[in-house]
């Protein structure tokens, strides 16, 4: 199955038949959210994850049905970031609002388990960006700033600031004329 996140076009995530493109499942309500779905766990456990404003969402691919949802997600009006996985664990990191948080993945029959399986909750300087994990550890670039935190924990092991040509920050208001 091919999952579609068609957020613009139909605030709606598909699920299509790769070889014919006919639409096999439809999850509803998918609005502001640009990122692109990403599954974790296998077999009867395994989910789509997708965040929207203000909730993390798990969706069975195989139903279209929730899985389970937090109601601590990006508290921004749309989502850039992708959630990312690390074992059975979702991580979020990202969004204007700088919101990051590590969810146990689990077959929660469509509940919010915002309080039950939220692991840490916490700020990531990510905004945009979709992290890198590798041996336990979520690498992303944003503002300028190389950034490392334990997905764990969310402790920061480094949060460095690069040496680049231009510090221009184009999501700060600006005089447009001058930056084309």
Known sequence: MLIVNASDEAEAMFGLNPESGEVIGK?????????T??????????????????????????????KWFTTNGPIDTNVSASAVVS?????????RSRTALLVQ?????????????TLWEGIAWGQITTPLIHEGHA????EGRACCQEVS??????????????????QKPANHSRQI
């Open 87 to 95: 074992g059975e664990s979702v991580l979020f990191m990202g969004s």
């Open 37 to 66: 779905p990403v599954p974790v766990g296998e077999g009867p456990s395994a989910a789509i994850v997708l965040a929207v404003p203000r909730k993390l969402l798990a969706i069975a691919p195989q139903t279209g049905k929730l």
């Open 139 to 142: 690498y992303y670039f944003s």
């Open 27 to 35: 999850f509803d309500g998918i609005k502001n959210a640009w990122e």
């Open 105 to 117: 993945h689990s077959d929660a029959g469509g509940a919010d388990v915002t309080e039950s399986h």
């Open 153 to 170: 924990t969310g402790k920061y092991l480094f949060k460095e600031r690069l040496p680049l040509r231009d510090r221009r920050n184009f």
